[in-house]
């Protein structure tokens, strides 16, 4: 319990080295660019192929669930937006991206300090925290939104094609379900939680690899520790968003 | 000039600095050597401040850095020029990115100023030419050569180098230990080595301290080693028959 509280502790103390002024908004505007193609612009493919399969794969279940001549067949367009639009492409892909960019981030700064590359930072008078991790928490944060926004459009395009291929429904109804009692404040919300869980991701993980210490394996065990950590912290706030912001 | 007044450090309960007083000289290449373990590496890195001591100070020429608050240390960092061990480039970066960054952090030099600066360290090292290349594509001398112009790129008025030899072959070792030795003349620059390599504290040792168990043992220059009677010394310079044959042949 006490290592928690240690642990929450140092991670506040390294988001405040993290804000602190940096030396040339220059040189972090090149860096976020950087960072948007390596953590962001990488994760396209596979959150394409994970929407569209889970999109397909809610169509179906969907369809085979709702069975029933009492339930309009629009209902599973209609299901399968809210699946996707709610949970699914916030939450979901939230998490598998923990595991993917999460991962990625605690070994890439993991090994930069086992390797003395944070000391040499340091010594040169670099604030190591703000210039590593600041430019991967604004990439995230501003590309995770626009991720969520297309892995909703890539699942209900896997939903329809699912419709389209097998025959389950008329895709005109499931087209039909789409459109029907549309709340957009749901779109705000996937972003919100999008933004909120790329920071999340990229902190957590980030805080992980930044106080790895000792050799290789030690770098894989932060690793572990910031998709774990990750992984459960979204769920808390998935929770919590959802009871605050309830659609 | 770079002073430490009786510092010591202790590591969960594990002394490893004991009241240890020194004086590094100005335009000097200054060498910590020791057994490992015992506290050399700990000593440097408490000097350049990336550990805190426990008690003691330590000054830059004039100026207490223990006394100093984040801001004051930054701008001694800016004149601090350090060679890690494994060369501790950016593996992201190219060798021309790493030698540039402090250039595109701390100052205000053009784009053409900074591309002639950096061709300049490079040169310097020897190493023109190899400046699109990443750390990786590297070999274990280059990499130090790069830490090198990195660590030369700002004019840095105090240089530190943990173990620069450490991984390579003879030769290359001597062209680093000559390379550390005229830029520190060339810039009248505070040089501090951390080495095991009892060739450069023979060739390029000018101030030795040896540290014995988070204790500074012994002081002096390399032509007092050949006459030191100094036991604990003795064992780790002469550790070979070998060497302690050439020693009692030079006496």
Redesign the interface.
Known sequence: MISLFENIGRYFMLLGKVFSRP??LR?YNRRIWFEIEALGFNSISLTAIISAFIGAVVALQMAITLESPFIPKYMIGYATREVMILEFSSTVVALILAGKVGSNIASEIG??RI???I??L?????NSASYLILPKIVATVLFFPLLTLFSIVVGIVGGYAIAYFTGIMIPGDYVEGLFYYFEPFSITYAIVKGAVFAFIITSISAYCGYYAKGNSLEVGRASTRAVVASSITIMIFDLILTQIMRV | MIRADHISKTFEGRTVLNDISVEFDTGKTNLIIGRSGSGKTVLLKSLVGLHDVDSGRIFFDDVCYTDLDFRGRKSIRKDIGMIFQGGALLDSSTVRENVRLPLDLFTEMSESEKRDRVDFCLSRVRLTGADHLYPSELSGGMVKRVAIARAIVLNPRYLFCDEPNSGLDPQTSVVIDNLIHDITKEFNITTIINTHDMNSVMEIGEKIVYIHEGHKWWEGSKDDILLSENPELNDFVFASAMAKRAKSVAR
């Open positions: 030396e040339k040189i090994t930069m390797t003395e590359q000391d040499a340091e010594i040169m008078g670099i």
